[in-house]
């Protein structure tokens, strides 16, 4: 079996995906018309020619404007249902989807009408797939702290939909600080905390984000091996760090995968996990998440399955649940061997 036949077959989670950032252009388009929207680009090929980006605000800024095209419940299942249908075919467990409700809300969206859709598609896909799933409402951190506690207020009468928080946006700027007293609000509520961090931000947007905000997750985390101490207090704390190689490639927060921290990462301990981030913008999905790492860093299937249990572990999914999860993996493993 090839590797990369292994790597299609392997039982994987995904904890790191905006589903606004799984809207394919071919989609956009079809979405765009239906609601009578004119996109400012010809076609199909001419949108995905932009997606040439030279670091996380490039991408944010095409990101933001294609959102804008969703606007029915009808929108928001058939995104959802679409990166589903491309998750049962690479194999994935379970995922753990983010949606920024501001994103939405600011262009006179309601509140419900993105959770609506997404809920929608995540139940059919596991009725139909048996593919399990959390939600995560990410706060806009480009946004103040007053508008993300609104937001919250919004959410609070739907607080089952989702598990958690997260942070995400321009990350320079903006370190985690700004947002404390919405976290401890957060916590209060019971709510799991992940943010962004270590993205394109510096090492101490990492711990920024274990001290203040006391995050059971960090988004990326790249940027905590350029400080050894702060590396090794993320391997000791046993945090799961969300990474997202093809993500790191095509926003320039690294330029040689021969040179991608996750190896590192793995040597020592840390808690690591591969995922797609926004895989409609950056080039691939999961398996080619998986790929770009094998191939770059020459990691073996031992490695590729540490990735993968670390995925699983670093989960919101139930005890019993996660140990379904790694019992099908440890079978695969076991008969691929
Ligand atoms: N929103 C969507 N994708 C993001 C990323 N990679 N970093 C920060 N905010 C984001
Ligand atoms: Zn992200």
Same mark, same amino acid.
């Given at each position: 079996?090839?590797?990369?036949?292994?790597?299609?077959?392997?039982?994987?989670?995904?904890?790191?995906?905006?589903?606004?950032?799984?809207?394919?252009?071919?989609?956009?388009?079809?979405?765009?018309?239906?609601?009578?929207?004119?996109?400012?680009?010809?076609?199909?090929?001419?949108?995905?020619?932009?997606?040439?980006?030279?670091?996380?605000?490039?991408?944010?800024?095409?990101?933001?404007?294609?959102? #804008?095209?969703?606007?029915?419940? &009808?929108?928001?299942? @058939?995104?959802?249902? =679409?990166?589903?249908? +491309?998750?049962? %075919?690479?194999?994935?467990?379970?995922?753990?989807?983010?949606?920024?409700?501001?994103?939405?809300?600011?262009?006179?969206?309601?509140?419900?009408?993105?959770?609506?859709?997404?809920?929608?598609?995540?139940?059919?896909?596991?009725?139909?797939?048996?593919?399990?799933?959390?939600?995560?409402?990410?706060?806009?951190?480009?946004?103040?702290?007053?508008?993300?506690?609104?937001?919250?207020?919004?959410?609070?009468?739907?607080?089952?939909?989702?598990?958690?928080?997260?942070?995400?946006?321009?990350?320079?700027? #903006?370190?985690?600080?700004?947002? &404390?007293?919405?976290? @401890?609000?957060?916590? =209060?509520?019971?709510? +799991?905390?992940? %943010?962004?961090?270590?993205?394109?931000?510096?090492?101490?947007?990492?711990?920024?984000?274990?001290?203040?905000?006391?995050?059971?997750?960090?988004?990326?985390?790249?940027?905590?091996?350029?400080?050894?101490?702060?590396?090794?207090?993320?391997?000791?704390?046993?945090?799961?760090?969300?990474?997202?190689?093809?993500?790191?490639?095509?926003?320039?927060?690294?330029?040689?995968?021969?040179?991608?921290?996750?190896?590192?990462?793995?040597?020592?301990?840390?808690?690591?996990?591969?995922?797609?981030?926004?895989?409609?913008?950056?080039?691939?999905?999961?398996?080619?998440?998986?790929?770009?790492?094998?191939?770059?860093?020459?990691?073996?299937?031992?490695?590729?399955?540490?990735?993968?249990?670390?995925?699983?572990?670093?989960?919101?999914?139930?005890?019993?649940?996660?140990?379904?999860?790694?019992?099908?993996?440890?079978?695969?493993?076991?008969?691929?061997?």
């Amino acid at each position: 079996m090839t590797i990369d036949a292994y790597i299609a077959g392997l039982p994987k989670v995904e904890l790191h995906l905006h589903i606004e950032g799984s809207f394919e252009p071919a989609l956009m388009f079809q979405i765009a018309e239906r609601n009578g929207i004119k996109l400012p680009y010809e076609s199909v090929g001419a949108l995905q020619a932009a997606y040439n980006f030279s670091d996380l605000q490039s991408f944010l800024d095409l990101y933001y404007q294609g959102m #804008n095209v969703l606007q029915t419940e &009808q929108d928001y299942y @058939d995104l959802t249902w =679409a990166y589903l249908t +491309k998750m049962a %075919a690479q194999n994935v467990q379970h995922v753990e989807i983010f949606w920024d409700p501001q994103g939405h809300t600011e262009r006179g969206i309601a509140f419900e009408v993105p959770l609506n859709g997404i809920r929608a598609a995540l139940n059919e896909a596991k009725t139909r797939h048996g593919i399990s799933h959390e939600l995560i409402m990410s706060f806009l951190r480009h946004l103040s702290e007053e508008e993300g506690f609104a937001t919250l207020e919004q959410a609070l009468p739907h607080r089952d939909a989702f598990i958690g928080v997260g942070l995400d946006s321009s990350e320079r700027g #903006n370190p985690p600080e700004k947002f &404390q007293r919405l976290f @401890d609000r957060c916590r =209060a509520e019971g709510l +799991k905390l992940m %943010a962004h961090a270590g993205e394109e931000g510096p090492p101490e947007y990492v711990s920024g984000a274990i001290d203040h905000l006391k995050v059971d997750r960090i988004d990326h985390g790249n940027r905590c091996m350029e400080d050894p101490a702060l590396a090794q207090r993320v391997a000791d704390l046993g945090i799961c760090l969300t990474v997202c190689p093809q993500s790191n490639m095509r926003l320039k927060n690294c330029t040689d995968i021969a040179q991608h921290p996750i190896k590192p990462m793995l040597d020592m301990g840390i808690a690591a996990c591969i995922n797609s981030d926004d895989p409609a913008y950056f080039g691939g999905y999961m398996s080619e998440n998986y790929q770009l790492v094998q191939d770059g860093l020459g990691l073996d299937r031992a490695a590729l399955g540490q990735l993968a249990r670390n995925g699983i572990n670093g989960s919101f999914a139930s005890a019993e649940r996660k140990s379904e999860m790694l019992a099908n993996l440890a079978a695969y493993e076991t008969s691929k061997a």
